[in-house]
């Protein structure tokens, strides 16, 4: 297993009226982030905050091309990001032990945080298709090039982390300095993650190792 610190690239926030950030993701565009009763966008270039959805987002955000889609309690709503009118929702696989959500082949990938999970569930019905195990507590997930990422943060310790997708075996982690956590977790597609703040209202910027692929 590689193991290294986290190389923080850059930190954005705290932002106004945002307390802590859970989910994260990113359009493209700007980067969305579930704020509690809000999902905020901001545009990662500048940091300047945009247009906001008034819309519950206490965990998970995914982006699969065209639509949102945002953990709330024991639900998934997909949502039209340019109205922010919700079009469907499924039952999250947790029952609100909730956290990650991703975007990958198709699916969703919901990280069940207490119960060290990530599922792989269909978008249209929530039915569960597979279920990985891990041995952290999950909190943000993101798939970027083939590779299954996942964020942790238990006994004041967090990382981020590849993992095999059939096993669950970690594969490399990057460690996060002291008193940083890392809920929400989100590929740009190539060279950095974003990651949730843990309770503080910030979002980090962390270089993707090159070559990461075993």
């Not at 009226?17 to 704020?35: E, K, L």
């Not at 247009?51 to 206490?58: C, K, Q």
């Not at 091309?65 to 009118?85: C, M």
């Not at 249209?124 to 909190?139: H, K, M, N, P, Q």
Request: charged letters at 25%.
């Amino acid at each position: 297993m590689k193991q290294s610190a986290a190389e923080i690239i850059r930190e954005y926030g705290p932002f106004p009226g945002v307390d802590c950030v859970h989910g994260v993701s990113f359009d493209g565009r700007q980067v969305w982030m579930a704020t509690g009763s809000r999902l905020d966008a901001f545009d990662p270039d500048t940091g300047e905050m945009l247009r906001p959805l008034h819309i519950a987002a206490d965990a998970g955000t995914a982006f699969d091309g065209e639509y949102l889609f945002q953990i709330a309690e024991t639900v998934i709503r997909k949502i039209d990001p340019k109205t922010g009118q919700v079009l469907a929702t499924i039952p999250a696989p947790g029952d609100g032990d909730d956290s990650g959500l991703a975007w990958a082949e198709g699916s969703l990938w919901v990280g069940q945080h207490s119960g060290r999970r990530i599922h792989q569930i269909d978008p249209r019905t929530g039915a569960v298709l597979r279920t990985i195990e891990t041995d952290r507590f999950v909190t943000g997930v993101t798939w970027v090039d083939g590779e299954l990422w996942h964020g942790t943060w238990e006994n004041n310790e967090s990382d981020v982390r590849r993992i095999d997708p059939s096993s669950g075996e970690v594969l490399e982690r990057l460690e996060m300095p002291a008193g940083t956590g890392v809920t929400g977790l989100e590929s740009d597609g190539r060279d950095r993650f974003f990651c949730g703040g843990g309770d503080s209202p910030k979002v980090r910027s962390i270089r993707r190792p090159s070559g990461a692929q075993a």
